[in-house]
Nanobody
Framework: VHLVESGGGLVQPGGSLRLSCVAS????????AGWFRQAPGKEREFVAA????????NYAEAVKGRFTISRDNAKNTLYLQMNSLKPEDTAVYYC???????????????WGQGTQVTVSS
C-alpha cells in the first residue's frame, strides 16, 4: 500500500492550494479516503473524508465551506481543494484510506509521507 501526497507549499492568507494523493497497491475505488493534518506541537486531526463512490463527504468544522474533497477513481487519486487559507491551516497534510459509515470516517493504518502547507504573509 502506497499513498503519495503532493501539492503543498507556501501561500499567502486568502490563497488556494490543491493537494493530491496518488494511491497504489490496493483497489482505491473500493475504499473511503480522508485527509488529516498535523501542526507543530499538536496531534493529528481530521480534515475531510469521502465515500468510495464520492457520493458522501464529511468535513471538520474548521474547514467547512473552504475546503473540498474529491476523488478520481480512474486515476487512483484523492484531492483536497483548499480555498481562503488561513495561517491556522499551516500543517503537514496526510491522506489515509479507511472506512466510512454514513458520514463517520474510520481511518485505516496506512498513511502517506505528508505534504507541508504553510500559510503566511
Amino acid at each position: 500500500v502506497h499513498l503519495v501526497e503532493s501539492g503543498g507549499g507556501l501561500v499567502q492568507p486568502g490563497g488556494s492550494l490543491r493537494l493530491s494523493c496518488v494511491a497504489s497497491g490496493f483497489t482505491f475505488s473500493s475504499v473511503a479516503a480522508g485527509w488529516f493534518r498535523q501542526a507543530p506541537g499538536k496531534e493529528r486531526e481530521f480534515v475531510a473524508a469521502i465515500h468510495w463512490s464520492g457520493g458522501s463527504t464529511n468535513y471538520a468544522e474548521a474547514v467547512k465551506g473552504r475546503f473540498t474533497i474529491s476523488r478520481d477513481n480512474a486515476k487512483n487519486t484523492l484531492y483536497l481543494q483548499m480555498n481562503s487559507l488561513k495561517p491556522e491551516d499551516t500543517a503537514v497534510y496526510y491522506c489515509n484510506r479507511g472506512r466510512m459509515i454514513r458520514t463517520t470516517y474510520y481511518p485505516g493504518d496506512y498513511w502517506g509521507q505528508g505534504t507541508q502547507v504553510t500559510v503566511s504573509s
